[in-house]
């Protein structure tokens, strides 16, 4: 149903490499959903890094590309932490 909460969830293991794939998916799954929010559960980013950063910025861009907005869900305390560091948790929360 088009303008609804849509759920997602993001995988720690997503590299750089995989980036390009998961950007993918994603803009596929906004345009079959096309949903206002897309609530991100980020439950199993245990020990994030740049990468993870990188990923979940991109995500959140091709979300509002696609006029929806990425909110994140079960933010673990490292994540936070980073979330925070980087100015990203305003932006992503």
Do not use: N, Y
Not at 43 to 63: F, G, I, N, Q, Y
């Amino acid at each position: 149903m088009p303008g609804a909460k849509a759920q997602w969830r993001f995988d720690e293991d997503v590299g750089v490499d995989d980036l390009a794939a998961l950007l993918d998916e994603f803009t596929e799954f906004l345009i079959e959903h096309r949903p206002e929010v897309v609530v991100c559960d980020v439950r199993t980013v245990e020990r994030p890094s740049k990468s993870t950063l990188d990923a979940l910025a991109k995500l959140s861009l091709t979300a509002k590309r696609h006029g929806a907005q990425l909110i994140l869900s079960g933010i673990g305390p490292r994540l936070l932490m980073l979330l925070r560091v980087t100015g990203m948790e305003a932006v992503l929360t």
